[in-house]
C-alpha cells in the first residue's frame, strides 16, 4: 500500500484507508497492521504500527520503542563526518559563518549546533 496516496494505490484504498483510520480507538496491536520493511527483515514480522491523520496527511509509525531504532538507518560514519568538517571550515575560511549539524533522537529533524 501507498499510504501517501488517497486510495493507497488499491482498489478499494480509499474505503480501506477510512477503516483503518476510525479504528484508532482498538489497540494497535489488535488491528492487524504491521510495518513489513525493515522490521521483517530482522526477524520481528509483527510489529504493530499506528496509523491517523496529523495536519492532513496520513502518518504510519511505530508504537515507541525498538522498532522505532530499526528505521533510523545507520549512524554517520567518520568518513562523513570529516567531509562535513572539511565543508565547514571551507565555509568559514571564505568569510561565511557555517555551523555543524545534529539529528534529533527521533531522525526527524536536523538543528545546526
Given at each position: 500500500?501507498?499510504?501517501?496516496?488517497?486510495?493507497?494505490?488499491?482498489?478499494?484504498?480509499?474505503?480501506?484507508?477510512?477503516?483503518?483510520?476510525?479504528?484508532?480507538?482498538?489497540?494497535?496491536?489488535?488491528?492487524?497492521?504491521?510495518?513489513?520493511?525493515?522490521?521483517?527483515?530482522?526477524?520481528?514480522?509483527?510489529?504493530?504500527?499506528?496509523?491517523?491523520?496529523?495536519?492532513?496527511?496520513?502518518?504510519?509509525?511505530?508504537?515507541?520503542?525498538?522498532?522505532?531504532?530499526r528505521h533510523q538507518g545507520p549512524p554517520e560514519t567518520d568518513?562523513?563526518?570529516?567531509?562535513k568538517e572539511r565543508a565547514i571550515n571551507a565555509a568559514e575560511?571564505?568569510?561565511?559563518?557555517?555551523?555543524?549539524?545534529?539529528?534529533?533522537?527521533?531522525?526527524?529533524?536536523?538543528a545546526m549546533w
Amino acid at each position: 500500500m501507498d499510504m501517501a496516496r488517497p486510495d493507497l494505490g488499491i482498489a478499494g484504498g480509499a474505503l480501506l484507508l477510512r477503516q483503518i483510520l476510525k479504528d484508532r480507538r482498538y489497540p494497535v496491536a489488535t488491528r492487524g497492521l504491521v510495518c513489513d520493511e525493515d522490521c521483517v527483515r530482522y526477524g520481528f514480522p509483527n510489529e504493530p504500527m499506528y496509523v491517523y491523520r496529523r495536519q492532513g496527511r496520513i502518518v504510519v509509525s511505530h508504537v515507541r520503542g525498538e522498532a522505532e531504532q530499526r528505521h533510523q538507518g545507520p549512524p554517520e560514519t567518520d568518513e562523513h563526518k570529516a567531509y562535513k568538517e572539511r565543508a565547514i571550515n571551507a565555509a568559514e575560511d571564505g568569510g561565511h559563518r557555517a555551523k555543524d549539524e545534529r539529528w534529533s533522537e527521533d531522525r526527524k529533524s536536523a538543528a545546526m549546533w
